[in-house]
């Protein structure tokens, strides 16, 4: 599975747009991008997934660009309640490795 | 649509002394995970369950780690005996498909203290 790289940390205000960049310029063919997405005491939630050019749905939207070697995760006007760790994970679509790899994640810190 | 539920949420228990997780699944999930996370480090991956088979357990640190799906539904995992070094969280997720590009759904975590 590709290596990702991301932030260790950023800062918004509420009302911001706040853009995360993952590197994984070991992407695979078959790669998937995946995104999740942490509160402090639960688990990781997924919020978005793509595989190339741009997929937006209700939480966020997802930039890949050609060569798909880094992707971008964009939050749309921030509130402290998207102050979280985000995670970039890159993995095959089909066949039997179903584990996820998690790097550092980006922590969110979003200020009023 | 109950989510991925952990039992117990904290246990504190000496060094030396066994636990026991539980995890239950979404229904109707054949895959079960189980990860972790140790204070400082990164959440890893211990094994994979589907149904009641494991898939990989290439995560486990070592046999004092015992993981169990009897049935295929709720899994469990024994720690035993428990060390310093086994603290931190401890995750369970699921998902209907086997890859890893398929959505998991985890549950809230179990934090586990050794003493």
Redesign the interface.
Known sequence: ?AKTTQPISMDSYEGQEVNITCSHNNIATN??I?WYQQFP??????II?GYKTKVTNEVASLFIPADRKSSTLSLPRVSLSDTAVYYC?V???????????????TTLQVKP | EAGVTQFPSHSVIEKGQTVTLRCDPISGHDNLYWYRRVMGKEIKFLLHFVKESKQDESGMPNNRFLAERTGGTYSTLKVQPAELEDSGVYFCASSQHRDSAAEQYFGPGTRLTVT
């Open positions: 599975l790669d998937y995946t005491s639960q688990g990781p939630r997924f997934q994970l993995g095959v679509r089909s066949g039997n490795t179903g584990k996820l790899i998690f790097g550092q994640g």
